[in-house]
């Protein structure tokens, strides 16, 4: 039954650890989301399974931290990291990885601070508020980044070992 199920219990139970992580002390940005989503879509044999355990995982820990006013720009943002993960299914290699978390961190900062500047009230809406809006999220994008590539070498490198142990562990 385990060997079975490997292919979907492994990967289920590094999200549900790697989601769980945000409730622990971290630095600010510095979270699993953006590995979350893409890992989930890239390794659940089915991808709409890898984004509703990943969808799910993210409801489950913002119930218990909080939702806030842009809530959906980042779960927009989340979705669409995993279609990112879906052109990784077949490209599971470092290089790969790497800029597609390079391009889940640029995603993420995008969409959530056009959303801050949409809804937030505290800048301009016009050309130059947006520019200020993104400005002064710079700070952040490192954090961001920094998160999703540790967390993406902590999910993609832990599948990856244990398919020494579980020669039956297949990337989808």
């Known amino acids: 039954m ?19 992580s945000r409730l622990l002390p971290h630095p600010f940005n510095f979270t699993p989301i953006g590995a979350v989503a893409l ?6 044999p089915s991808r709409y399974m890898g984004i509703f355990i990943s969808l799910a995982s993210m409801l489950i820990t913002d119930s218990i931290i909080g939702f806030h006013s842009s809530m959906w720009a980042v779960y ?3 979705f669409m990291i995993g279609g990112i993960g879906l052109l990784l299914r077949n490209r599971m290699g470092a290089i790969a990885i790497f ?7 640029v ?13 937030s009230g505290m800048y ?11 400005v002064m999220a710079i700070p952040f994008f490192g954090n961001t980044f920094g998160g999703d590539i540790f ?11 244990s398919k020494r142990v579980w020669p039956s562990v297949q990337w989808a």
Request: net charge positive.
């Open 107 to 119: 995603l993420f900062f995008v969409v959530t601070n056009f959303a801050v500047w949409l809804g």
């Open 2 to 20: 385990l060997k079975k199920n490997i292919n979907i219990l492994l990967p289920a139970l590094l999200i549900l650890l790697a989601t769980l």
């Open 124 to 134: 301009s809406m016009d050309m130059k508020g947006l520019t200020e809006c993104f």
């Open 76 to 78: 927009l943002s989340f």
């Open 39 to 44: 890992f989930g879509s890239a390794v659940f």
């Open 151 to 161: 967390y993406c070498i902590v999910l993609f490198g832990s599948y990856a070992l």
């Open 99 to 105: 800029g597609a978390s390079l391009a889940s961190s």
